[in-house]
């Protein structure tokens, strides 16, 4: 027996075999959620042959919505959720799926949660174009709400998102510092938490310091998943839905390997920066930096840098009081750290 989540408080359920938490906190909040998917799943419907084809394939490898839990859960710590919550949630939802859709082409990725990307059913042009349309969608959304600075919200969100893609262009094959790498993810990554979470506050009118505070827990814990998807990718046992040494592949330099670079001898940083700048030949190559990356503990460094941003993250919610709202928000921190996937 556990405590699971009904309304505002605790009962004793009995939860399924190996229950997952992100699956007890979708207890908390099943209402909203259904509520939330009834809204955004109108927009997967299309007369339109082929963009229907297309957003049906998105539509079926959605992922754990994370994000819209995010909005819907800082929503009640800070008020009663309402029209406004949801579209919100919706509008974050759909941009995340555009980024995704667009990640894909400039990474030529062919695979994502195990399933092929949209520029392999279909191509890169057909890809960005539902990108776009997924893009102005979320717009549409937001716009529904009724509130100019929402619309720029999520404008500058985009932008910001945007601004992310070309840092990370900009350092692939190149070594940025560890400074220089948080800002890339706080760009790709951490925004968006930070959005949802705040604006989750936002849509039920939460004062200024509830809004700042729920946005830097929001943004640490968007780094923590960052840094764990670094980590995932140095794992040949994960889960995580691409494949994995992606990152080595594509020349990114993330946190397990940057420590590397800068805890190893010249002469090894210097044949990785040969196999990166030639581009990484195969297994040999791959096997080469994974030896390195675990001789100088360049995962051990990264978990240990992701134990800091959760205790930023935490620190954060200090100033609510106890609540099962404040405590959903501690178990996703904690399972961002300790997911397979």
């Known amino acids: 027996m556990i405590n699971c989540y009904s309304g505002k408080d605790p009962v004793i359920c009995k939860p399924a075999p190996h229950m997952l938490q992100t699956d007890k906190i979708r207890l908390l909040i099943e209402k909203e959620l259904e509520e939330f998917n009834t809204i955004f799943n109108q927009s997967f419907d299309t007369p339109d042959p082929l963009l229907g084809e297309a957003l049906r394939h998105l539509h079926r490898r959605k992922g754990k919505q994370i994000r819209p839990m995010l909005t819907i859960l800082t929503a009640r710590l800070c008020g009663q959720v309402n029209m406004n919550t949801y579209l919100v949630s919706a509008a974050f939802e759909m941009l995340h799926t555009a980024s995704l859709v667009h990640d894909d082409v400039i990474d030529d990725s062919s695979q994502r949660r195990n399933q092929p990307t949209l520029n392999v059913l279909f191509d890169n042009k057909t890809a960005v174009l539902v990108g776009d349309y997924l893009l102005t969608t979320a717009m549409d959304y ?135 700048g030639n581009g990484i030949a195969g297994e040999q190559d791959r096997n080469t930096i994974l030896q390195l990356v675990d001789t100088y503990n360049g995962i051990a460094f990264a978990g240990h840098r992701m134990l800091h941003f959760r205790e930023q993250a935490l620190q954060a919610l200090d100033i609510f009081e106890a609540s099962i709202e404040k405590q959903a928000l501690i178990d996703i921190l904690n399972f961002a750290l300790e997911r397979e996937s």
């Open 142 to 276: 937001v716009a529904r709400v009724g509130s100019i600075g929402l619309v720029h919200f999520l404008v500058e969100l985009g932008k910001t998102i945007t601004r992310g893609e070309l840092l990370q262009l900009q350092y692939a094959h190149h070594f940025p510092s560890e400074e220089d790498y948080y800002q890339v993810i706080k760009h790709k990554t951490a925004t968006l938490f930070a959005c949802c979470t705040e604006g989750g506050a936002r849509s039920v009118n939460a004062d200024r310091q509830a809004c700042e505070a729920l946005r830097s827990y929001g943004e640490n814990l968007g780094i923590c998943f960052q840094i764990k998807d670094d980590i995932l990718d140095y794992s040949s046992a994960s889960a995580v839905g691409k494949p994995v040494y992606n990152d080595i592949q594509e020349g990114k330099i993330t946190l397990p390997l940057l420590h590397t670079l800068q805890q190893c001898t010249a002469q090894e940083r210097e044949t990785i920066e040969k196999m990166l």
